[in-house]
């Protein structure tokens, strides 16, 4: 063979192997286990014993913030909350990676002798729900938190609707959460319309500077929801001047144009990058509520992102068929090397029902074991 010859097949074989070897799709090889570890970490009959939600932010290497919606805080007695209240959200901090109990400590306030939620609006409207997580810049702690007022005339546990998110800014982190020094700023970038809601929120990670926080676009009359994306300079996350969102390749001042990602998703959802992977890892929960434990990756923030992988399908949905599973997520700061935590919620359409079954509505977990 010719010098010249070889010379062009090799560069030929480099070309082709740049513009599709990297990209080319590839078959995720995994496992799940249930995490008995860490189901009976949140398995508890006294103080809190059930909560939704289940978002972690890693306050440093060993420390870890869990985040928590609508909780129960009392006591369970023959499998039934039993002499208990429910508040609008609490905390919890881990101490080290392992699920011990005696490494995990509660946070919730009081008022009058009664549980009283961590976190409450400042024009008290409605309540605040921890949906959306949160990230360290600078030892200062940034919450973004959902805030929530009751829908007129609708009893049922659907009965709310968001009026947008709030970022919480603590200065103190690393102290008792009930000493946390907190000051509030309204996000802009929210829109609620009879057939649309845009909002962002999800801080999920820092890259390049920036820190990138996900979206939704909920389409009402279709029932589904899009990944959207938009980013910020490290230090100026307070500053909403600076926020941009993407756009047809682009970074784009307005909210509105900010492109559809994928779809199918729920109003909960987590990014990661998983240093195994060498990718970004998506998890949620199909369409918001289902027995379907979805998942993603993609090479970059933006995507483009594979198509949409069932990795688990709830059991407990089987129980009653009033039962309901969401808020899947990740916790890849609580995760090992080749393995990914992953949490989600069963919940009752009948409000009785869940009062009278603590094996619900407290995070669940099980663990995807990756193989490649």
């Known amino acids: 063979m010719k010098p010249q010859t070889l010379s062009r097949k090799i560069s030929l074989a480099v070309i082709l192997f740049v513009c599709f070897g990297l990209t080319s799709p590839y078959k995720l090889k995994y496992h799940v286990i ?31 913030l869990w985040l928590f919606g609508d909780s129960w805080i009392g006591m369970v007695v023959n ?25 995990l400590k509660f946070y919730y306030k009081r008022k009058d002798t009664k549980p009283a939620p961590i976190f409450a609006p400042i024009d008290r409207r409605g309540a605040y729900w921890l949906t959306r997580g949160g990230i360290i810049i600078k030892d200062c702690l940034y919450l973004i938190v959902e805030q929530i007022v009751k829908k ?17 800014k603590i200065e103190n982190p690393l102290v008792e959460p009930t000493e946390w020094r907190v000051e509030e ?26 820190i990138y926080i996900y979206g939704v676009e909920f389409r009402k009359k279709e029932n589904d929801r899009y990944m959207l994306l938009g980013r910020v300079p490290e230090e100026q996350i307070l500053n909403f001047d600076t926020w941009e969102f993407y756009s047809k390749g682009q970074w784009e001042k307005d909210f509105r144009k900010a492109d559809r990602l994928c779809n199918h998703f729920g109003a909960e959802y987590s990014v990661s990058f998983h240093p195994f992977l060498n990718k970004y ?18 090479v970059k923030p933006e995507g483009p992102w594979s198509k949409q992988e069932e990795i688990y399908k709830t059991p407990e949905i089987g129980w009653d068929k009033e039962y309901f599973c969401y808020a899947g997520r990740s916790h890849v700061e609580l995760s090992g090397l080749n393995d990914l ?3 989600y919620v069963c919940n009752s359409t ?13 995070p669940k977990f099980i663990r995807i074991k990756f193989e490649n």
């Open 34 to 64: 249930i995490d008995d570890d860490y189901n009976a970490l949140f398995t508890r009959n006294n103080g809190w014993t059930g909560g939704d939600v289940a978002h972690t932010v890693p306050l440093s290497d060993t420390i870890t």
């Open 79 to 103: 499998n039934r909350h039993f002499y208990a209240d429910m508040i609008s959200n609490s905390l919890a901090i881990q101490y080290g990676k392992v699920a011990a109990k005696d490494k």
């Open 152 to 168: 007129e005339n609708d009893n049922s546990v659907y009965g709310f609707e968001s009026i947008g998110n709030v970022i919480l």
């Open 185 to 210: 700023a309204r996000i802009p970038f929210f829109l609620n319309t009879e057939d649309t809601q845009i909002d962002f929120g999800i801080p999920s990670f820092k890259k390049d500077g920036y």
């Open 281 to 298: 890892i998506t998890v949620y929960t199909e369409l918001g509520m289902s027995e379907k434990i979805m998942l993603r990756t993609s």
């Open 341 to 343: 935590l992953v949490s």
């Open 350 to 362: 009948n409000v009785g029902k869940m009062v009278n079954d603590a094996k619900i509505y407290r």
